[in-house]
């Protein structure tokens, strides 16, 4: 099993739809997770991070985690061409200020027009 | 503020050749990774620096691969000989570091290394 797991995709959205991406991790004792964005032929770009259950949101998106059943989501609200991209879970397996982040392979979304 | 550089952006070489990338962290983080990207996945970790220290290496092919953070600033990495399979994108990436909410990754635009 590995460590993080995403849906490769792609995901395929209408403009102005909200696309959902989904991330599940197998450490339960994981503290802090990630969302990257990488353009392609770019190097991620942190969009997001979560630490408590729950929601939080920051402009159109919203993260979501679920420590009891182990996952992560993105919201992405009215979905823009421009989000086309591969998004990339990473869940932090150190603590205590060590930093190891563990990259899901991404879940590539076409937001088409 | 100016971003993680990394040298060069695109690298073609010969198998069994060596090869080497520089990394140049955002000024003052003292934390500094190198991750290798292959196409379709995820980066994954190669080594990580607090400082001048190598604290986890545990994913470095040692055999064939090196790295240096003389000073605490820049670093190097280096594979020799390089083979096929080392084709693939080295990043590095850079973090303030401490405790906290300290913890965000910034990472350079990579070097794309092809291995014929």
């Known amino acids: 099993q590995k460590e993080v797991e995403q849906n490769s995709g792609p995901l395929s959205v209408p403009e102005g739809a909200i696309a959902s991406l989904n991330c599940t991790y197998s450490d339960r004792g994981s503290q802090s997770f990630f969302w990257y964005r990488q353009y392609s032929g770019k190097s991620p770009e942190l969009i997001m991070s979560?630490?408590?259950?729950g929601d939080k949101e920051d402009g159109r998106f919203t993260a979501q985690l679920n420590k009891a059943s182990q996952y992560v989501s993105l919201l992405i609200r009215d979905s823009q061409p421009s989000d086309s991209a591969t998004y990339l879970c990473a869940v932090n397996l150190g603590s205590g200020g060590y930093n190891k982040l563990i990259f899901g392979a991404g879940t590539r979304l076409a937001v088409h027009p | 503020e100016a971003g993680v550089v990394q040298s060069p952006r695109y690298k073609i070489i010969e198998k069994k050749q060596p090869v080497a990338f520089w990394c140049n962290p955002i000024?003052?983080?003292?934390?500094l990774y190198w991750y290798r990207q292959n196409l379709g996945q995820g980066p994954e970790l190669l080594i990580r620096y607090e400082n001048e220290e190598a604290v986890d290496d545990s994913q470095l092919p040692k055999d064939r691969f090196s790295a240096e953070r003389l000073k605490g600033v820049d670093s190097t990495l280096k594979i020799q000989p390089a083979e096929l399979g080392d084709s693939a994108v080295y990043l590095c990436?850079?973090?303030?570091?401490?405790?906290?909410?300290?913890?965000?990754?910034?990472f350079g635009p990579g070097t794309r290394l092809t291995v014929l």
């Open positions: 979560i630490y408590s259950n």
């Open positions: 990436a850079s973090q303030a570091g401490g405790t906290g909410r300290k913890d965000t990754q910034y």
């Open positions: 000024s003052g983080h003292n934390t």
